[in-house]
């Protein structure tokens, strides 16, 4: 039998302050250099979820010495020339960055590794990381199907490319960039539309020299890294369900403390702002490269608003919540230019549209998107993961402003980026005091 959660209030209003749970992007990618790096590297703020954990996993199996208490991250690596050849399996569970991002580095490494991932991460194209590697001469064969893993590299030489992207993809970017650092000659992506930075941010922390015109970020191949000490700010992505919360639910506020807010991931605010949602920046600091902050949000009048362009690789995962809170806002709210919505853990375009149908939202699906019609009164139901932590999280949300509780089908897939969701959800949820 699957599990269930429920989650059901009387009259819930959300209090406090809260510090989210590390950035997954930038702890994957600061245990990523550390170990292609010699020598050590201390991360403070790691996002012990699941999907980083399999980025450490593999690490190991490399022979890197990897040690943690709790979000203390030590990494001890004889540096990429010096990797073992694994004698098991790499195994990348949920997560497609770790997939496509070691993609990219296991292909100039010197050693030949064999990578699988769970149900959902197997039917996820690998492609779009394979092709631009293979055009580097990358060695990359497949049992079944070479869109898929499981997929089996064999390091090699690498050679530059110039690469113009075909989609807005981070992860794409920075397999080609972190092949490219082992590459001979200089190796270029151009972005269609800017995503994350967090690999060329942290590169440079690491002592690689990049440089960046416009769309175009180029890097030289036989660069050396350096191990560093990375902090990792909060994940906005996190973030992103508390800050819709608190915009939804009556007479609401909620601090968020040391969130990041690099403005390749800023979307949310742009947004949250453009739907009228009460807002106020405390404070911004920088370190190593990240800017991260304090954020308050209020209880607000919602309006619809349009999503689409160059906004959408900026706010991407935070598309299954923002849905939600469209069925709140007053008017038809369009996502649009989001396609690359329908190949992450589940296709999160029909996905989100399914289960908040369940609960009386007005939703239609488009290919690139969605057109969301509020404000809706919402009833309870069972709504389902789809084993996708954005999902279940989503649901989580949306159970604060049904009439009737909210059963989550299989909610265990939020520990992939939030382990501690529902008791942080907790404390900041007290019943109205009437
Ligand atoms: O790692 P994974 O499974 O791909 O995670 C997701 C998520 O919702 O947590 C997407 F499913 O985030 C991606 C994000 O969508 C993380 C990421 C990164 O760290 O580089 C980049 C984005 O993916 P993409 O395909 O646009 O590059």
Same mark, same amino acid.
């Given at each position: 039998?699957?599990? $269930?959660?429920?989650?059901?209030?009387?009259?819930?209003?959300?209090?406090?302050?809260?510090?989210?749970?590390?950035?997954?992007?930038?702890?994957?990618?600061?245990?990523?250099?550390?170990?292609?790096?010699?020598?050590?590297?201390?991360?403070?703020?790691?996002?012990?979820?699941?999907?980083?954990?399999?980025?450490?996993?593999?690490?190991?199996?490399?022979?890197?010495?990897?040690?943690? =208490?709790?979000?203390?991250?030590?990494?001890?690596?004889?540096?990429?020339?010096?990797? $073992?050849?694994?004698?098991?399996?790499?195994?990348?569970?949920?997560?497609?960055? @770790?997939?496509?991002?070691?993609?990219?580095?296991?292909?100039?490494?010197?050693?030949?590794?064999?990578?699988?991932?769970?149900?959902?991460?197997?039917?996820?194209?690998?492609?779009?990381?394979?092709?631009?590697?293979?055009?580097?001469?990358?060695?990359?064969?497949?049992?079944?199907? *070479?869109?898929?893993?499981?997929?089996?590299?064999?390091?090699?030489?690498?050679?530059?490319?110039?690469?113009?992207?075909?989609?807005?993809?981070?992860?794409?970017?920075?397999?080609?960039?972190?092949?490219?650092?082992?590459?001979?000659?200089?190796?270029?992506?151009?972005?269609?539309?800017?995503?994350?930075?967090?690999?060329?941010?942290?590169?440079?922390?690491?002592?690689?020299?990049?440089? $960046?015109?416009?769309?175009?970020?180029?890097?030289?191949?036989?660069?050396?890294?350096?191990?560093?000490?990375?902090?990792?700010?909060?994940?906005?992505?996190? +973030?992103?369900?508390?800050?819709?919360?608190?915009?939804?639910?009556?007479?609401?506020?909620?601090?968020?403390? =040391?969130?990041?807010?690099?403005?390749?991931? @800023?979307?949310?605010? *742009?947004?949250?702002?453009?739907?009228?949602?009460?807002?106020?920046?405390?404070?911004?600091? !920088?370190?190593?490269?990240?800017?991260?902050? @304090?954020?308050?949000?209020?209880?607000?009048?919602?309006? +619809?608003? /349009?999503?689409?362009?160059?906004?959408?690789?900026?706010?991407?995962?935070?598309?299954?919540?923002?849905?939600?809170?469209?069925?709140?806002?007053? !008017?038809?709210?369009?996502?649009?230019?989001?396609? /690359?919505?329908?190949?992450?853990?589940? *296709?999160?375009?029909?996905?989100?549209?399914? /289960?908040?149908?369940?609960?009386? +939202?007005?939703?239609?699906? @488009?290919? *690139?998107?969605?057109?969301?019609?509020?404000?809706?009164?919402?009833?309870?139901?069972?709504?389902?993961?789809?084993?996708?932590?954005?999902?279940?999280?989503? +649901?989580?949300?949306?159970?604060?402003?049904?009439?009737?509780?909210?059963?989550?089908?299989?909610?265990?897939?939020?520990?992939?980026?939030?382990?501690?969701?529902?008791?942080?959800?907790?404390?900041?949820?007290?019943?109205?005091?009437?």
């Amino acid at each position: 039998m699957s599990e $269930q959660k429920t989650v059901s209030f009387e009259r819930p209003v959300l209090r406090g302050t809260i510090q989210v749970p590390g950035d997954k992007s930038i702890s994957h990618r600061a245990v990523m250099l550390g170990s292609i790096a010699e020598g050590k590297t201390t991360i403070s703020g790691f996002l012990d979820g699941e999907d980083c954990l399999s980025t450490i996993d593999m690490f190991r199996k490399l022979g890197v010495t990897i040690t943690r =208490k709790g979000t203390d991250v030590v990494v001890e690596s004889p540096g990429i020339a010096n990797w $073992q050849t694994p004698t098991e399996t790499l195994d990348a569970g949920n997560s497609g960055t @770790t997939a496509r991002l070691m993609l990219g580095i296991l292909s100039g490494s010197s050693v030949t590794s064999k990578m699988c991932g769970d149900q959902y991460l197997s039917k996820r194209p690998m492609k779009r990381v394979t092709g631009p590697l293979g055009l580097m001469g990358a060695k990359i064969t497949s049992d079944e199907h *070479d869109d898929f893993l499981p997929l089996t590299v064999e390091g090699t030489t690498l050679k530059a490319i110039d690469y113009q992207m075909p989609v807005a993809s981070a992860q794409v970017k920075s397999a080609v960039l972190l092949a490219g650092l082992h590459g001979e000659g200089e190796t270029s992506v151009t972005e269609i539309s800017v995503s994350r930075d967090h690999t060329e941010r942290m590169l440079m922390q690491f002592g690689a020299q990049l440089t $960046q015109e416009g769309k175009t970020i180029r890097i030289a191949g036989g660069q050396k890294l350096t191990g560093t000490d990375v902090v990792v700010p909060g994940d906005i992505s996190s +973030a992103a369900f508390f800050m819709v919360a608190a915009a939804m639910v009556k007479d609401s506020v909620v601090t968020f403390e =040391k969130v990041g807010l690099n403005p390749t991931r @800023t979307g949310i605010l *742009d947004v949250l702002e453009a739907m009228g949602v009460s807002m106020k920046q405390l404070e911004e600091h !920088g370190f190593s490269g990240e800017r991260y902050g @304090t954020i308050q949000i209020s209880h607000s009048t919602l309006q +619809a608003t /349009e999503i689409g362009g160059e906004l959408i690789p900026r706010l991407i995962d935070e598309l299954p919540v923002l849905a939600l809170l469209a069925t709140q806002a007053e !008017g038809t709210t369009i996502i649009r230019d989001a396609e /690359e919505l329908r190949v992450k853990e589940t *296709d999160r375009i029909e996905a989100v549209a399914t /289960e908040l149908r369940k609960l009386g +939202a007005t939703i239609e699906t @488009t290919p *690139d998107g969605m057109i969301i019609t509020g404000p809706t009164p919402l009833s309870g139901g069972t709504l389902q993961s789809y084993g996708d932590h954005r999902l279940g999280m989503m +649901a989580a949300i949306a159970g604060l402003i049904t009439s009737e509780p909210v059963h989550i089908e299989n909610p265990s897939c939020i520990a992939i980026s939030y382990p501690r969701f529902f008791e942080d959800l907790s404390d900041l949820v007290s019943e109205e005091i009437q």
